[in-house]
């Protein structure tokens, strides 16, 4: 074999292994991207989910103070709490149409209506007054206004 046939050769085996590589990194490219698309898609359901649940627990709330004589706060069982205690069972505040009020402390508030202990570092509240601002990654998706009730469900750019 002379010179320049060796050196042909090993231009090819050098350009077959930067061939794969670059075919490797675009799949990797490729995966990648396809993932992040679905993050978003991910995170809307669990908003849909938690809304649909936190209006239930709303409208139960309501419904419980309208059969208990529209009391300041009302015994409150969280439908399908998940203690191993048994049920989460609390005093509710309510405001006066009806609505449960979180006060200044919106992660009990949250407890109480969703059944269960705010656990996962995912999920942030915040107060501005009479609002829950309710923020997943950070980023908000659930305002709950005590004053008409509404559970309200953001888009991502705000």
Known sequence: MNLHQR???RLKRDFSRLLTLV???VMIFLLLRGWN???PEIDRNLAYIMQSRLV????????SWMQQGRPKEISWVAPA?????GPLQARVR???????DPDSNC????????GRELSNGNI????DGRSCWVSFHSQPFLRYDSATGSVILLSQDE
Do not use: C, Y
């Open 7 to 9: 050196v042909e050769l």
């Open 56 to 63: 239930t627990s709303l409208n139960l709330a309501r419904v």
């Open 37 to 39: 698309d679905k993050q």
């Open 94 to 100: 309510m405001n006066d149409r009806g609505w449960p």
């Open 23 to 25: 075919v490797v990194l």
């Open 107 to 114: 992660a009990d508030w949250w407890s109480m209506m969703m």
């Open 124 to 127: 942030t509240l915040r107060n």
């Open 81 to 85: 709490s998940e203690r191993e205690s």
